[in-house]
């Protein structure tokens, strides 16, 4: 009854809106470019075509994202299992720093550095490689020559029939091949497209817009900090026997971690590691908030133009839904073929020395702990001092901006007459970003508001709140906070939702998330699990769709689909709607957290309430849902630390939280070039409250770790 009462009303309300359904308009005239195809493509083809262009230059970003994450993963994998205390501090720093400030704020450092740090075009000669802030300028061969191409086919075949016969043949076969791998070269010299200056930038060659470099660069760095922590505890997996064998072999430690210990982690590593992987496919859509033509931003223009808001939104659904599942298939084919892991081989796990800590209250003990942990042996010692000189002109620039060529008075005109950073800005603008459009004389409610949250957070650090007593706080301090924003009672005045904005928005946000989420993903939890096919089939289909579709999409469904479900008399703000679809983002998340701990109960107790005659729904109550949780809370919290993440992509849709107020604070011209201050100012925020999660999660892992 309840579906067929919002059908009928999107029916009403299509109707009287007159906006019609199909997918028709696929094959009408698009009328927009796009900046970046990989495909011909004209302002006068069909929406079907743009689409297709959308969806090559997410396939692109992807791939590019999963093959350098992937990699800058692996080598901060091994900068952490290093011996060398300085290279395994700075990886460790590295990994908390990314992993704990959201990606679209890390995507716009990464485009405000590209757009306002790196000179403009025409600005110096342009060389066979050329960086400015239009983007990267490559060589890149014609193919107008029909010669090219066949020399191209030649010079492929040439390499494999040298890599697939070296070894088995020596002989006239193999000096061909590696003469064509030679010459080839120098014959395709001449199809070789320079990048050369033009009347209005650079022009020819292969030129890599800021919006792709920003993309690849954002998505590579934030994957790789977490695919470096699967692939450490994949090879501290990997029996120790392994290590040991290869070394009676003769083979060297380098050798051995090459050949023996990394091959087989990373087959156990596939798992999570596609889970990531994934993500970096979901968070491609994050194209659209720089104005990179992917997939997402392809759609979004597509309704903007055409209305057919349903089925744009269905189609960002079902794509991303099936890039998911083809992805899924590939690397489950994969590890079914290569092995999940290598469970049922003898031996201990991999035991890597733990790093010694720094001895600062014994001065005498400095030397020794400086010769074990940073000078043993030529290479350490070589790697020492590299990093040391680094750190040391990173640390000296950095400090020179910060501090010493700062200016800490005066204006925008003071600021410019300086080289370093600019404190005035954050005094001139730091109520803009903290409160944003709230009205100036009200903004103590807001401030009044963020502080009562922030307060229940710090009340969360102490064990013994942690009972039904912390969920009452945080109903209460939530209502608390909406009344304070809200006002119309007790003599404050009203201010109405759409002047909601900054940080008071964002810990809301994430606040009524994570509580509302909370019991919805243990109704899907269990009707996850049910024996009823009319109760399991619904809360799969759920959980997978919503896991499988990037959170913009889910944003979208409810900034713009969500009007035509409810009846014309009924006025909604954007803020209710996009908080329903992070309850819903977040609650397929954490069902899947809690039915992981629901499994963890063995199934005796389920048995043993049945025999004291409890019924079912009592035995789930009083005995298998507290033992389920006590193992979901760390899951809980890290999904709650994703969701204060997941809040900066609001601002896509509309609403003014903490980053969108960023942004806005250097729009006047004289505070444009300050980006850095702004940026670095909201960055600290989120990352102390991240931070603050993650060392909860932490601490409540170690207290069930030692009641256990």
Not at 464 to 492: E, H, K, T, Y
Request: overall charge positive; aromatic content about 10%; glycine content about 10%.
């Amino acid at each position: 009854m309840a579906a067929y009462g919002l059908f009928a009303t999107l029916a009403d309300n299509l109707a009287d809106r007159n906006i019609r359904t199909g997918f028709g308009f696929l094959f009408d005239r698009a009328g927009f470019a796009i900046g970046e195809t990989l495909i011909a493509y004209a302002p006068g083809d069909s929406y079907a075509a743009a689409l297709a262009v959308g969806l090559l230059n997410t396939l692109l970003i992807s791939a590019l994202g999963i093959i350098f994450s992937t990699l800058l993963g692996l080598a901060v994998c091994m900068a952490r299992l290093s011996t060398n205390w300085l290279l395994a501090r700075l990886s460790g720093l590295y990994i908390e720093l990314v992993r704990n400030i959201p990606l679209l704020l890390q995507m716009f450092v990464w485009y405000a550095a590209l757009l306002f740090g790196l000179p403009a075009p025409g600005q110096g000669d342009v060389g066979a490689v050329d960086l400015d802030n239009r983007g990267l300028h490559l060589p890149a061969l014609t193919l107008a020559d029909p010669v090219t191409p066949l020399l191209l086919i030649a010079l492929a075949a040439c390499a494999f029939l040298f890599v697939a016969y070296r070894r088995k043949y020596v002989g006239a076969g193999t000096a061909l091949a590696l003469t064509g791998i030679v010459i080839l070269p120098f014959l395709l010299w001449g199809a070789i497209d320079l990048p050369r200056a033009g009347r209005f930038g650079t022009i020819g060659g292969l030129s890599l817009s800021t919006e792709f470099l920003t993309l690849v660069a954002g998505l590579s760095v934030y994957a790789s900090a977490y695919l470096a922590e699967i692939f450490r505890g994949a090879i501290l997996a990997v029996p120790a026997g392994q290590r040991e064998a290869a070394k009676a072999l003769g083979l060297s430690p380098a050798q051995a971690m090459g050949r023996i210990v990394v091959p087989q982690a990373l087959r156990i590593a596939i798992p999570p590691m596609t889970s990531w992987h994934l993500n970096t496919i979901k968070n491609s859509s994050l194209g659209v908030a720089i104005g990179y033509p992917e997939f997402v931003s392809v759609v979004d223009t597509v309704i903007s133009q055409t209305g057919q808001a349903i089925e744009g939104v269905g189609l960002i659904v079902l794509t991303f839904l099936l890039l998911s599942l083809s992805l899924s298939l590939v690397t489950g084919l994969y590890a079914r073929r290569m092995g999940w892991s290598v469970t049922g081989q003898p031996g201990r796990s991999i035991q890597t020395a733990t790093l010694e800590p720094f001895p600062l209250r014994s001065i005498a003990a400095w030397p020794s702990w400086i010769r074990r942990n940073l000078f043993r042996g030529g290479r350490q010692s070589i790697l020492t001092v590299l990093i040391l000189a680094l750190a040391a002109l990173a640390a000296g620039k950095g400090l020179s901006w910060l501090l010493i060529d700062a200016t800490y008075s005066g204006g925008a005109a003071e600021c410019r007459l300086a080289s370093g950073a600019c404190w005035p800005f954050l005094r001139e603008n730091a109520r803009l970003i903290l409160f944003g459009t709230y009205p100036e004389a009200e903004q103590w409610r807001s401030a009044a508001a963020a502080a009562i949250l922030l307060s229940c957070l710090a009340l969360s650090f102490v064990p013994r709140f942690w009972s039904s007593r912390l969920g009452l706080a945080w109903l209460g301090a939530i209502a608390i906070a909406m009344l304070l924003l809200r006002g119309g009672v007790a003599g404050l005045a009203y201010v109405p939702m759409e002047k909601w904005s900054g940080l008071p928005v964002t810990l809301l946000l994430a606040s009524i998330a994570v509580v509302g989420a909370f019991p919805l993903a243990i109704l899907l939890a269990f009707g996850r699990r049910s024996a009823r096919r009319g109760i399991r089939w619904p809360s799969v289909a759920f959980i997978e769709l919503v896991r499988g579709t990037p959170l913009i999409g889910v944003l979208f469904l409810a900034a713009v689909l969500f009007p035509l479900f409810v009846p014309s008399y009924l006025s909604i703000d954007s803020l209710p709607r996009v908080q329903l679809a992070l309850i819903l983002f977040t609650a397929a998340y954490m069902a899947e957290v809690i039915r992981g701990g629901l499994l963890a109960v063995p199934g005796g107790q389920a048995e043993a309430a049945q025999a004291l005659g409890l019924a079912k729904w009592q035995a789930r109550r009083h005995i298998q849902l507290p033992q389920a949780l006590k193992v979901s809370v760390p899951g809980l919290v890290n999904t709650s630390i994703s969701e204060v993440k997941n809040t900066t992509l609001v601002l896509i849709v509309g609403v003014f939280d903490l980053l969108q107020t960023t942004r806005l604070s250097y729009v006047e011209a004289q505070w444009r070039p300050y980006f850095a201050e702004a940026y670095l100012f909201t960055g600290a925020i989120f990352f102390l409250l991240c931070f603050s999660l993650s060392r909860l999660s932490m601490k409540i892992e170690r207290k069930l770790y030692h009641a256990g």
